[in-house]
């Protein structure tokens, strides 16, 4: 298992602006502070590309945990596929409340191990469906305090 050291060395960030509803990972690692987020994970992509701003994104984080309690601004989604290890399952809590605008160079996509013939990374390309991002918008809304807009939502 490599160290966090050495696996930095190997991660490539993106350079392109990650489509709307993608799963990629976020390294909320530096510049963060707690209670804000602080670590490497899963993140949906939830803003299109914008005029000027295409070096910027934002997401909201997963979670393999549920919450303690049951909150409108924190809702359970299932991925496509099962999701690469450290981050294995198909099911994950988005944490809505946590959403962030970060550079594209804090994401990457979500890898396996390498190719055994060319030795390069297998990258996976996660995108949630309309019905997942629509659980995902309801409960931004809920966690910015326009709960009254979910109506238009749904």
Avoid at 16 to 29: E, K, L, S
Avoid at 89 to 105: E, N, P, Q, S, Y
């Amino acid at each position: 298992m490599l160290t966090r050291e050495r696996r930095e060395r190997w991660i490539v960030a993106l350079n392109f602006h990650p489509r709307v509803g993608a799963v990629v990972i976020c390294d909320y690692r530096t510049g963060f502070k707690e209670p804000e987020m602080i670590k490497e994970r899963l993140a949906v992509v939830i803003s299109p590309r914008l005029p000027n701003r295409s070096d910027l994104c934002t997401v909201v984080p997963l979670s393999m945990s549920p919450p303690k309690r049951d909150i409108k601004y924190q809702c359970r989604i299932e991925l496509p596929m099962e999701a690469p290890k450290p981050y294995e399952g198909k099911f994950k809590w988005a944490k809505a409340d946590m959403l962030a605008t970060v550079g594209i160079r804090r994401l990457t996509l979500p890898y396996t191990e390498r190719d055994p013939v060319s030795n390069k990374r297998k990258y996976l390309t996660i995108i949630l469906g309309h019905e997942e991002m629509d659980k995902i918008t309801t409960a931004v809304l809920h966690a910015l305090g326009l709960e009254h807009l979910t109506k238009a939502v749904l």
